[in-house]
């Protein structure tokens, strides 16, 4: 792959070539790095191997410039897999994912997301699309996030559209999993989670989730896989759209799917949706059994 070119006046790196860009996701950059992609990238069916570091992936800004970039492959066999694996901290806006295929394979961390696989820190995303992707793996998946593991997430204006969503069959493995994001954890001793989704649609995907016969950590949605994390953090949903999807959930589950947008909830996460306040779980209950 080509390197990185340095950067312009203004301190961002311009990519115009598919393989600086795939030198990007395959080895990291510095801190704070803010990027502009400048042309669409087709990349063929490409095997891309991105590197699953977060310390290489912090503070990241990308300016998509409304192009593309289509026609990727990321496989792992039971490991976090997304266009960016694991991130410390990023910022993307304007950019969209076609004809994509991520498959985290078998296993507990196998997260998937076309994007983003699981996140560290704080995420921004604004009027990021996914289309006509494929996007497999057994726990936490969706077609845009995997896991948001720590912190927060802010999405705005983004879009899943025409793409498979599915988990694989692992008995006793958890599998939360939905058509923008499989699972808000936002755990985070320094200070108070507040994530927000306003504006996304999910449509026209299909979504094939599988709850094991023998693990209660299995939930899924056509929205959110699941919320949860300490008291006080919080999630707010504004104009969430799922429409003309084909959902299909098989096997059985302890958590109800109470709400369309949302397929599970533990610890004592406050879920609004459009200003009415969903659920907050009371202190003493298990989060296990709930």
Request: charge should be negative; aromatic fraction near 6%; proline fraction near 2%.
């Given at each position: 792959?080509?390197?990185?070119?340095?950067?312009?006046?203004?301190?961002?790196?311009?990519?115009?070539?598919?393989?600086?860009?795939a030198t990007l996701v395959t080895e990291g950059a510095t801190a704070g790095l803010k990027l502009a992609i400048k042309n669409s990238f087709d990349f063929n069916a490409e095997t891309l191997?991105?590197?699953?570091?977060?310390?290489?992936?912090?503070?990241?800004?990308?300016?998509?410039?409304?192009?593309?970039?289509?026609?990727?492959?990321?496989?792992?066999?039971?490991?976090?897999?997304?266009?960016?694996?694991?991130?410390?901290?990023?910022?993307?806006?304007?950019?969209?994912?076609?004809?994509?295929?991520?498959?985290?394979?078998?296993?507990?961390?196998?997260?998937?997301?076309?994007?983003?696989?699981?996140?560290?820190?704080?995420?921004?995303?604004?009027?990021?699309?996914?289309?006509?992707?494929?996007?497999?793996?057994?726990?936490?998946?969706?077609?845009?996030?995997?896991?948001?593991?720590?912190?927060?997430?802010?999405?705005?204006?983004?879009?899943?559209?025409?793409?498979?969503?599915?988990?694989?069959?692992?008995?006793?493995?958890?599998?939360?999993?939905?058509?923008?994001?499989?699972?808000?954890?936002?755990?985070?001793?320094?200070?108070?989670?507040?994530?927000?989704?306003?504006?996304?649609?999910?449509?026209?995907?299909?979504?094939?989730?599988?709850?094991?016969?023998?693990?209660?950590?299995?939930?899924?949605?056509?929205?959110?896989?699941?919320?949860?994390?300490?008291?006080?953090?919080?999630?707010?949903?504004?104009?969430?759209?799922?429409?003309?999807?084909?959902?299909?959930?098989?096997?059985?589950?302890?958590?109800?799917?109470?709400?369309?947008?949302?397929?599970?909830?533990?610890?004592?996460?406050?879920?609004?949706?459009?200003?009415?306040?969903?659920?907050?779980?009371?202190?003493?209950?298990?989060?296990?059994?709930?």
């Amino acid at each position: 792959y080509k390197a990185l070119p340095e950067a312009n006046e203004k301190g961002v790196v311009e990519v115009k070539l598919p393989s600086e860009f795939a030198t990007l996701v395959t080895e990291g950059a510095t801190a704070g790095l803010k990027l502009a992609i400048k042309n669409s990238f087709d990349f063929n069916a490409e095997t891309l191997v991105p590197l699953a570091d977060f310390t290489k992936f912090t503070a990241l800004e990308i300016d998509g410039g409304s192009k593309t970039i289509a026609n990727f492959s990321v496989a792992t066999e039971g490991s976090v897999a997304a266009l960016f694996p694991d991130v410390s901290g990023i910022n993307v806006k304007n950019l969209k994912i076609a004809k994509a295929s991520v498959d985290a394979g078998v296993g507990e961390a196998a997260y998937a997301g076309a994007l983003i696989g699981r996140s560290y820190g704080k995420i921004v995303l604004t009027n990021v699309d996914v289309e006509e992707s494929i996007i497999k793996g057994t726990n936490k998946v969706g077609g845009l996030v995997g896991f948001v593991a720590e912190n927060s997430i802010n999405v705005n204006k983004c879009n899943v559209t025409n793409t498979l969503i599915e988990t694989h069959d692992v008995a006793g493995e958890s599998g939360l999993a939905g058509g923008l994001i499989g699972y808000i954890g936002c755990q985070n001793d320094l200070h108070t989670a507040k994530s927000s989704i306003e504006t996304c649609t999910v449509k026209e995907s299909t979504l094939t989730f599988i709850n094991s016969t023998d693990a209660v950590n299995r939930a899924n949605s056509e929205f959110i896989g699941g919320v949860g994390g300490d008291a006080d953090d919080e999630l707010v949903i504004k104009k969430a759209t799922i429409e003309k999807n084909i959902f299909t959930q098989t096997g059985v589950t302890e958590y109800e799917r109470f709400h369309e947008l949302i397929g599970g909830l533990r610890g004592e996460f406050k879920v609004t949706v459009d200003g009415k306040k969903l659920y907050t779980e009371p202190e003493d209950e298990d989060p296990e059994t709930t």
